[in-house]
């Protein structure tokens, strides 16, 4: 079945140091990819997303690439900050289907 | 507009109790889902509402698991003689439709803890 693998936490990073949440994902089809945030005490929201290969989402400083070659959607931003430390998941979804896969969340801490 | 609503946002109970938990998704989001996450684990799927079609419920552990939902308004998660295995945070989702890149927003979750 489809499934998604995401780098173990937790992350600890220096202000403005570079970031790299890794995620590979197994899926037949072409499956839309998809990044949450889950902030301290709030509701996971969605970061960015790409529906087909060699889309690139961003938002907020963030970006991934829809590799399908290498079935991946590496998370990455290139000078953090502390308001950036949350939890972030990685997903897909199949393209007609409903449910979606999360994989089990990278903790990401940003020192001052 | 208001967002994904649930309630309560934290339940305790004890082992054996059934509880009921409540979703309010954003009005006109025909599609609800339900997920559960335990401490320090990723989301796992429960169950699936879109529109009048019949629920996906593959996702539910058990048969003490159960859901509703009227129409494309308010479901209700129902979880009968609950087991402190059960404890977790329990998250409603609705979205536009079930089309592959829509994305899903998400509440605030109700923290379900059984002694």
């Known amino acids: 079945g489809d499934s998604v693998t995401q780098m173990e936490g937790p992350v600890t990073l220096s202000e403005e140091a570079f970031l790299t949440i890794n995620c590979t994902y197994t899926a037949t089809g072409y499956p839309s990819l998809f990044w949450y945030v889950q902030y301290p005490g709030e509701g996971l929201q969605l970061l960015l997303k790409a529906t087909k290969a060699d889309d690139k989402g961003s938002n907020k400083g963030f970006e991934a690439t829809y590799r399908k070659e290498t079935t991946s959607f590496h998370l990455e931003k290139g000078s953090v900050q502390v308001s950036d430390s949350a939890v972030y998941f990685c997903?897909?979804?199949?393209?007609?289907?409903?449910?979606?896969?999360f994989g089990a969340g990278t903790r990401l801490f940003v020192k001052a | 507009g208001a967002g994904v609503s649930q309630s309560p946002s934290n339940k305790v109970t004890e082992k054996g109790k059934d509880v009921e938990l409540r979703c309010d998704p954003i009005s006109g989001h025909t599609a609800l889902y339900w997920y559960r996450q335990r401490l320090g684990q990723g989301l796992e799927f429960l169950i699936y509402?879109?529109?009048?079609?019949?629920?996906?419920k593959s996702g539910l552990p058990s048969d003490r698991f159960s859901a509703e939902r009227t129409g494309e308004s308010v479901s209700t998660l129902t979880i009968q003689r609950t087991q402190q295995e059960d404890s977790a945070v329990y998250l409603c989702a609705s979205s536009p439709s079930s089309g592959g890149s829509h994305e899903q927003f998400f509440g605030p979750g109700t923290r379900l803890t059984v002694l």
């Open positions: 509402f879109q529109g009048n079609s019949a629920p996906d």
């Open positions: 997903a897909l979804r199949d393209t007609g289907g409903f449910k979606t896969i």
